[in-house]
């Protein structure tokens, strides 16, 4: 027997012992440092390594890694597909670091032949599999009654197709449109809160620099109050991230955090195509999760607000297992596709819009650039080549195959994730 490829091994932050996990058979312990050196020189007294498959002989291995491909293509194939509907990528918000002012898009409005296209086209192209929307932009809530309306025939088309439909916005418009929201089947809302109001204020301004904080907020209680699930975002860079205390004081004092129709998530503000902050104010991925580590230690009250996935730690954490081996982390043209108010598709959110990333169109008539969606498909970790001999291969999938892209020209290059670092702080903090 070997020691598993598969094997991810990290010191446990602040502590003298380690941590190892093995995505491949779904194994994780906490070691001391004598065990360690046991594990290192393949010694196994008592059968524990080889029964949890640290140690393994490399056929067995082989074989288990095959099994496991086979069940995730499986599953994925079976898995919900999100569709995202672009109706306008015009916005009433000028926040200091937006990616997608970079971009020219087509000057045109969303009819109502588009939509019934895009209905049409996921109804024949999707047929068969479980799916739903999210109405992504720009901003889609843009105040003005042309805006409702067109909204409002997107919302009656989807109760028509019976699916569930998400709203990403940005907030300021929310207490306009609820009467409309609660006409369709909302799977969530998610809005994006800076920081509290005197920093978030700070990046999130409307033309003209006006505040928008009071007006999201109130947003947020009149939607939970209707019974709409609230997914709240905050976008962090070196200049807010010391804001996630006072945020997360200010949402559990609001009761937000009591709520089970309020979740939360960390954006990480970065270099996707274009970003308005300078590099020296964004953090990689291992950086901002150090931040956060220290954050949580300072004030651990912020877990009630939002609680970090150090790779996969939480979820070990909170269901006492490993996830399935992840072969691939990157939905695009698989479980994720995007549609705009011009008829184009594109792959994901991180390219829509984008000049040059086009895939095909559903309107005026339905095209696809089959042999550049298959590269996107066929994407995972056994066709990258840095992918085949990483250790943390099965935690990571790979990456955004859009950011690999955009750095090195090709989908089938890595974007590589701080695997070891996250899950040296995230054993740190779930398994102290």
């Not at 439909?165 to 609660?182: E, Q, R, S």
């Not at 409307?206 to 007006?215: A, N």
Request: charged share 25%; net charge negative; proline share 5%.
């Amino acid at each position: 027997m070997e020691l598993s490829k598969y094997n991810i091994i990290v010191p446990v932050a602040d502590s003298d012992a380690f941590f190892i996990v093995n995505p491949l058979h779904k194994s994780g312990d906490l070691i001391s440092a004598g065990e360690l050196e046991l594990l290192q020189q393949e010694a196994d007294p008592d059968g524990e390594f080889a029964a949890r498959g640290y140690l393994i002989a490399p056929e067995k291995e082989k074989k288990a890694f095959k099994y496991a491909y086979f069940d995730f293509q499986e599953e994925r194939d079976q898995d919900e597909v999100q569709l995202f509907f672009v109706p306008n990528y015009s916005c009433n918000f000028a926040c200091s670091y937006c990616y997608q002012e970079g971009y020219e898009p087509v000057r045109q409005p969303l009819s109502e032949e588009v939509t019934d296209a895009f209905f049409n086209y996921i109804a024949v192209h999707f047929a068969g599999r479980k799916k739903y929307i999210t109405v992504f932009g720009g901003e889609p809530l843009l105040p003005g009654d042309k805006q409702r309306q067109l909204i409002a025939y997107l919302l009656q088309r989807s109760v028509e197709a019976e699916l569930d439909i998400a709203f990403v916005t940005n907030g300021y418009t929310l207490t306009d449109y609820i009467d409309l929201l609660k006409t369709a089947s909302i799977r969530e809302i998610q809005v994006t809160l800076d920081g509290t109001q005197e920093i978030h204020d700070q990046r999130r301004y409307m033309h003209g620099k006006l505040p928008t904080f009071r007006r999201i907020v109130e947003g947020i209680d009149a939607c939970l109050a209707a019974g709409l699930q609230i997914n709240l975002r905050m976008v962090v860079d070196k200049d807010n991230i010391d804001n996630l205390a006072d945020l997360s004081r200010f949402a559990i004092e609001k009761g937000w955090t009591k709520s089970p129709l309020f979740k939360t998530q960390i954006g990480r503000n970065y270099e996707l195509h274009v970003c308005n902050s300078s590099p020296d104010r964004l953090f990689d991925r291992a950086t901002l999760y150090a931040h956060l580590y220290k954050l949580l230690q300072a004030h651990p009250y912020i877990a009630e607000f939002y609680k970090p996935a150090f790779s996969i730690a939480k979820f070990i954490a909170e269901n006492g297992s490993l996830p399935a081996p992840l072969f691939d982390s990157c939905p695009a043209c698989k479980t994720e596709w995007a549609f705009d108010y011009t008829g184009t598709i594109y792959s994901c959110t991180a390219t829509v819009g984008k000049k040059g990333e086009e895939l095909g169109t559903f309107y005026p008539k339905v095209s696809l650039k089959n042999e550049v969606v298959e590269e996107w498909q066929n994407r995972d970790i056994t066709t990258i080549e840095q992918c085949k001999s990483c250790d943390v291969s099965l935690a990571c999938g790979g990456g955004c195959a859009s950011v690999a892209k955009n750095k090195n020209g090709h989908v089938n290059t890595p974007d590589c994730r701080p695997v070891k670092e996250l899950l040296s702080l995230g054993a740190a903090w779930y398994f102290k």
